[in-house]
Nanobody, 123 residues
Framework: VQLQASGGGLVQAGGSLRLSCAAS????????MGWFRQAPGKEREFVAA????????YYADSVKGRFTISRDNAKNTVYLQMNSLKPEDTAVYYC?????????????????WGQGTQVTVSS
């Protein structure tokens, strides 16, 4: 399985970005999906997760109300819409898939990881 994350870039505070993560090599429609991020000098942290059906979602408190996770199983793709971006959102964002079909927060329960895409928010 290969995961290709895209959509990162440089944006001013208050702006928006939409990240995409496309999977190839296996149909992942029955798997849970998630987004994590890692800022320089910090540990990787959970951002958002979605269940296999898309009906279950969960967000870190720091992004709740600003970010929205969604998926298109027909396209084997998960998205992260990021609005009202803040400088503290600056990080490398990673997508991941879990064999568990439910919402998963623990990174140790994810089985496949993308290569990451850089998001930089200027003040």
């Amino acid at each position: 399985v290969q995961l290709q994350a895209s959509g990162g870039g440089l944006v001013q505070a208050g702006g928006s970005l939409r990240l995409s993560c496309a999977a190839s090599g296996r149909t992942l429609s029955s798997y849970g999906m998630g987004w994590f991020r890692q800022a320089p000098g910090k540990e990787r942290e959970f951002v958002a997760a979605i269940s296999w059906s898309g009906r279950g979602t969960y967000y870190a408190d720091s992004v709740k109300g600003r970010f929205t996770i969604s998926r298109d199983n027909a396209k084997n793709t998960v998205y992260l819409q990021m609005n009202s971006l803040k400088p503290e959102d600056t990080a490398v964002y990673y997508c991941a898939f879990s064999h568990s079909g439910i919402v998963v927060v623990d990174p140790l329960r994810y089985n496949y990881w993308g290569q990451g895409t850089q998001v930089t928010v200027s003040s």
